[in-house]
């Protein structure tokens, strides 16, 4: 590769234009603001739904869901079941695989969905959802993993901030310190990793994944984005999500400048976040038009123990499969909803689902109706629509892959999540 041709990616995962904004306005940021000053800068679609992933997979193949294969962290096999999905089921080729056949130097760095760790050199680490323990297949090659682990105590990131206070401190101490140390640990790993494969030989290509500002901004987005006159907490938070962020624009300094000059350098994110403003649930609504039914309060007692056996984030996730919720009364079951980050529901189609009671001729006439529950919700307190779309797979979706898809796809207004549960489980 000619030395002009050597390209740095660096990714911040849920970072947004407001959220940058904010960072970069209040200084939190210099490194990244002096690269937007220098270069251009844009606000692009993300992938429906704007989540992790499919998202991440998209950029890093240049095709859509429908032609690589990965809707969800999960994929579902011939019976029904679930899988945790990854690079084995991906049906297009990473960039980086392109650039490793043609002879090129690459390190691909906890890029989310990218599991098992593609075989490039000098090195491949899996971001999330990969199993946190040694000899899974998170790193290529594999005699890298004993000296990386050494370097890196915190080898994989976890996506919830340990909030729970310590001795003497406060509840708004406690999340202040665990921002700043996710932060940290999310700098040292990706720098740790980055020194690590540079010092195998110089690179020509390098993504590495910030995962730290999803995760804040799942807990705390509204108080990153606050304003100068917020209540004293919320700026507490900010003072400390600013810190974290200026830890890791440091880290990003320290990556442009090890990979070094001249090379071009993308910053790039999946998705962005905007201030909650309220859940839409889904189960809810489709059991208010018939389509779902609870199985009752026996779901308490096997959902608690189904959960208790599992640890690490993809066993949780598959713990956590709507394919197999004890929750529902299937029998009775036509439509139900997937995961919250799939924004989807699902047919209860017979010859599909393990415990199928729609017949094919009916699959239309039960979409409608889903659709339609949804399209009617209203926030009842300011009568807003939160559901923008609600879009079949085939509307959203082009390529041989477009079955693995959810059946409906719900697109909601900014600052509305998707929930799962059914509206009395949330209650007390």
């Excluded at 844009?42 to 991440?56: D, F, N």
């Excluded at 079949?392 to 600052?415: C, I, K, N, S, T």
Aim: hydrophobic share 45%; proline share 9%; charged share 25%.
């Amino acid at each position: 590769m000619a030395t002009g041709n050597r390209v740095l990616i660096i990714g911040l995962d849920g970072m947004g234009p407001e959220a940058l904004a904010a960072l970069t306005g209040r200084g939190a940021m210099p490194t990244l603001a002096a690269i937007a000053r220098r270069g251009a800068a844009g606000v692009l679609a993300s992938t429906v739904p704007p989540v992790t992933c499919p998202a991440w997979p998209t950029m890093c193949t240049g095709v859509g869901p429908g032609r690589h294969g990965l809707f969800s962290f999960v994929r579902r096999t011939a019976d029904g079941r679930a899988r945790v999905a990854g690079t084995s089921d991906m049906a297009a080729p990473r960039f980086w695989q392109l650039a490793a056949a043609a002879g090129r130097r690459t390190a691909v760095l906890y890029v989310p969905a990218m599991f098992p760790a593609d075989a490039v050199e000098p090195l491949a680490v899996s971001g999330y959802p990969a199993p946190d323990r040694p000899g899974a297949g998170a790193v290529y090659p594999p005699e890298a993993e004993p000296p990386l682990r050494r370097a890196i105590p915190l080898f994989q990131p976890n996506p919830f901030l340990a909030v729970e206070p310590r001795g003497e401190e406060s509840p708004l101490e406690a999340a202040q310190r665990a921002i700043r140390e996710a932060a940290r640990a999310d700098a040292h790993r990706i720098t740790a990793a980055f020194d690590f494969a540079a010092a195998q030989a110089p690179l020509d290509l390098a993504i590495a994944v910030f995962s730290f500002p999803d995760h804040l901004f799942h807990a705390h987005y509204a108080a990153v984005v606050a304003p100068d006159d917020a209540p004293d907490a919320t700026l507490a938070v900010r003072r400390a999500a600013d810190e974290a962020f200026a830890c890791l624009d440091a880290a990003i300094e320290r990556l442009i400048e090890h990979f070094g000059e001249p090379a071009t350098v993308l910053v790039v994110s999946d998705h962005g976040f905007a201030a909650k403003r309220g859940s839409v649930h889904v189960s809810e609504c489709l059991r208010q038009a018939g389509l779902l039914k609870p199985a009752g309060l026996a779901y308490l007692v096997r959902r608690i123990a189904r959960r208790r056996r599992t640890r690490d984030a993809r066993q949780t996730l598959l713990a956590e499969d709507p394919w197999t919720d004890p929750g529902l009364d299937w029998s009775r079951t036509q439509a139900f909803a997937g995961y919250d980050h799939e924004q989807a529901v699902f047919v209860n189609l017979e010859g599909r689902c393990p415990r199928g009671t729609v017949a094919a001729a009916d699959y239309d006439a039960v979409l409608e109706r889903a659709r339609a529950a949804l399209l009617a919700v209203r926030d009842p307190v300011t009568g807003v629509r939160p559901v923008r779309a609600v879009r079949p797979r085939d509307e959203l979706y082009a390529g041989p892959h477009v079955a693995r898809a959810p059946d409906l796809l719900v697109e909601l207004a900014d600052g509305w999540q998707v929930r799962r549960k059914l509206a009395w489980r949330m209650r007390g």
